[in-house]
């Protein structure tokens, strides 16, 4: 609303009193602070005086420190003129009088007019012809007069019982102060059917809060019969911004949206970074019924970025918002090259300031609609992105909470903690404070730099507390130090109570394997021998360190592994004495330990093209810190969990390392030289394989796969035989027939 005091400035009223009407001024003044209202003040006598227009109370951050300088004119009463000068020199848009907001004319008086060549007839009829809503307020007691009260009758709206004012002194004002305040919020029902009952009056500035470049943002879900919007501050006590939905452009009060009715824009607010330039997403989680997210960036003015609406309805889309930070060393949208770095042959032109990479999200943002219902979980969160210069949000990704929480209303509250030790990327909070038949729940899932990992999401249950909490989880606010161990903490809002969850200090604890012989020796093994030889050694090294940069001091960590040969092969070549697999654990602190390990070999290896694996897995614990109330520190994302080491054969391959055979394949047979089907002798195939070059691998034949030279005997009985017989058919019959067997190797093996 624009608001504009005309005040009598005529001789029939004292020093004391006009200083009492000023009071009266102010004090009107600062009941309207905080509501889309600004006002004017304007003196009359026998001259007509602006004091501030509305673009003047704009820019102070204590308007009513306006009147100090304002001086009584002391002459004759020309009240006519004082309207229409207000009508035609101050409710205008160079006097800073907005377009659309309705305009409220009052004026204080102690008399009838006098020496006024104006009349109340055409004054009148303009100040109605310009919509202005006219508050009379007779002081004294000139108005017993009836003619005197039919002149304030006229000033004043009609109906005139509604719009009429009379207090006996001007120490009378003071209370009449809540009455005017609140017959001005009420002009504001008298809008057309197709506009909003309520502007401002029922805003409820403050149902969400957020920080931006420019200053505090505060969503205002009430503001236009709760269709919502915000207000933006840009700090110096300014009057603020306000952006809502139901205007025609970002930020300019306007005609409803009959869509927009009851959608609660400003329920959820998040500030972006886009470049040289920043935006604001609100959420209305409302909207449609289905609810609604805008994205508006600031420039000159206020537009619209881009906008996405929910899939469910009643799921409450937009309750919730986080603006995903980039992970450290992945490009901003419109980031510079650095100094000196120039694009490639073919390569794209590089964006400027303000623009995003090609391919590149210009917004990444998290959505809640912690009401969603379906697939066992209540609740989700929507990962959505804008590219490029496209106006629209895209939600390709969904998290949610773990089965059986149908109604755990997942996504309430979102929070973002930095990057903790070796973590490239930040962790995001989701709160679900329904959960576990209402004691709640918080997820940390990991941001990567595609965006967000939906999996392996670290769940902290509100009934592992002892304070047994309700509703853990209904809010959330994560990124400070506030335990002063120089580790971010997340603070999660219960009824009735604040839990602070601590980050731990974080190891970082890598694994090394080495063999001793580094290679396994070439060696003979006799046909049917069972080889349980010492193998070798190996040694697995466990270096610890810190990987967050704390206040706790020196640590120690429980490490519990296990060791496995060969893993995933169904015969495996060597032990550990009596199994292939071994655990063990220790205890240590900062620095490094080792461990021996003897291995054996478990019989006559058949595979000595493939290297003997050892897999290492490892987990483990930080010892509780007494310094920091028993946190316990925790393996690092920077930690080797598990590691495989290879442990070769020697192959003769000569000084290249790359093996040259030279095989040749004899065949002889024995036996009767008739084989018939039915009779019971047999036909002996013998196969000799001779390798006079360097070692083979891979060529079949009955003893093996790596000869330097070995034979084998195939002894076949009828009815199956692995070869064609072809010397003679068989008895009562025509015709070769073939059969099948095993060939039974002899000779001297292999090498």
Request: net charge neutral; with cysteine.
């Amino acid at each position: 609303m624009d608001i504009a005091f005309l005040m009598d400035g005529s001789g029939s009223i004292d020093g004391g009193d006009f200083t009492r009407m000023k009071a009266f001024i102010g004090e009107v003044m600062r009941r309207f602070r905080g509501a889309d209202a600004q006002f004017s003040l304007t003196q009359f006598s026998h001259t007509v005086q602006d004091h501030f227009d509305f673009a003047a109370f704009r820019k102070v951050p204590e308007p009513w420190r306006l009147l100090d300088g304002v001086r009584q004119l002391s002459s004759s009463t020309r009240t006519a003129t004082g309207i229409r000068h207000v009508l035609r020199r101050v409710f205008r848009p160079g006097r800073g009088a907005r377009p659309h907001a309705r305009r409220v004319l009052v004026v204080v008086t102690d008399g009838e007019k006098f020496d006024d060549p104006l009349g109340y007839p055409e004054v009148i009829a303009e100040a109605d012809a310009m919509a202005v809503t006219r508050y009379a307020i007779g002081v004294g007691d000139a108005f017993e007069n009836p003619r005197a009260l039919r002149e304030l009758q006229v000033i004043a709206s009609s109906p005139a019982h509604d719009h009429l004012f009379r207090v006996d002194n001007f120490s009378a004002l003071a209370g009449i102060q809540s009455q005017l305040q609140q017959k001005i919020f009420a002009i504001e029902g008298t809008h057309p059917s197709n506009s909003s009952s309520f502007q401002l009056e029922m805003a409820q500035a403050g149902m969400s809060a957020a920080l931006s470049p420019a200053g505090p943002v505060l969503g205002a879900v009430g503001a236009f019969d709760w269709s919502g919007g915000a207000f933006v501050y840009s700090g110096g006590g300014a009057t603020p911004e306000f952006l809502n939905g139901s205007a025609p452009g970002p930020g300019t009060p306007g005609a409803h949206l009959e869509e927009a009715r009851d959608a609660y824009l400003g329920y959820a607010a998040a500030p972006l970074s886009l470049g040289s330039t920043w935006g604001l997403a609100l959420g209305a989680p409302r909207w449609g019924h289905l609810g609604q997210v805008t994205v508006l960036e600031k420039g000159h003015t206020w537009s619209e970025l881009g906008r996405v609406t929910g899939t469910q309805v009643g799921s409450y889309f937009g309750a919730s918002l986080l603006a995903l930070e980039p992970c450290p060393g992945e490009p901003r949208p419109g980031e510079q090259p650095r100094p000196g770095e120039q694009p490639h042959p073919g390569e794209q032109p590089r964006p400027r300031p303000g623009e995003p990479r090609p391919g590149e999200p210009r917004v990444r943002l998290l959505v809640g609609a912690p009401l969603f219902y379906g697939g066992g979980s209540g609740g989700r969160v929507h990962l959505c992105e804008i590219h490029g210069q496209v106006p629209r949000l895209r939600c390709p990704l969904s998290l949610r909470g773990s089965p059986g929480h149908p109604l755990g209303r997942f996504g309430a509250s979102l929070a973002q903690l930095p990057q903790v030790g070796g973590a490239r990327c930040a962790q995001v909070a989701v709160g679900a404070p329904l959960e576990d038949e209402g004691r709640g729940a918080v997820y940390l899932f990991q941001s990567t730099p595609a965006g967000i990992d939906a999996h392996g999401a670290q769940r902290v249950a509100g009934s592992r507390f002892p304070s047994q909490p309700h509703f853990f989880g209904q809010s959330l606010s994560g990124g400070r130090d506030l335990s002063g161990d120089h580790l971010p903490d997340l603070a999660v809002g219960a009824r009735g109570q604040v839990l602070l969850l601590r980050s731990p200090p974080l190891l970082r604890v890598r694994l090394r394997v080495t063999f001793d012989p580094a290679v396994i020796p070439a060696r003979e093994c006799p046909e049917g021998a069972e080889l349980r030889e010492p193998l070798g050694v190996a040694g697995v090294c466990f270096r610890v360190s810190k990987e967050t940069a704390d206040g706790l001091g020196a640590v120690s960590a429980s490490l519990w592994f296990r060791a496995e040969l060969d893993p995933g092969r169904a015969r495996v070549r060597a032990d550990f004495g009596a199994e292939n697999a071994k655990n063990g654990t220790l205890r240590m602190g900062e620095g490094q330990r080792c461990l021996s390990l003897d291995i054996f070999y478990r019989g006559c290896p058949q595979d000595t093209l493939t290297p003997l694996s050892l897999r290492v897995t490892l987990g483990g614990r930080g010892d509780p810190l007494e310094a920091a109330g028993g946190l316990r520190p925790q393996l690092g994302p920077g930690s080797d969990t598990a590691v495989t080491a290879t442990l070769p054969f020697e192959h003769d391959c000569g000084a290249d390392n790359a093996c040259q055979d030279r095989l040749e394949l004899q065949l002889n047979l024995s036996g009767p030289g008739v084989l018939l089907v039915g009779e019971g002798e047999a036909l002996e195939l013998t196969v000799t394989v001779t390798n006079e070059g360097e070692s083979s691998f891979g060529p079949g034949h009955p003893c093996g796969t790596r000869p330097r030279s070995a034979s084998g005997r195939c002894r076949c009985y009828s009815p199956a035989v692995p070869f064609a017989a072809t010397r003679s058919p068989p008895r009562g019959g025509a015709g070769a027939r073939s059969a099948t067997c095993s060939p039974r190797c002899s000779g001297p093996g292999r090498r």
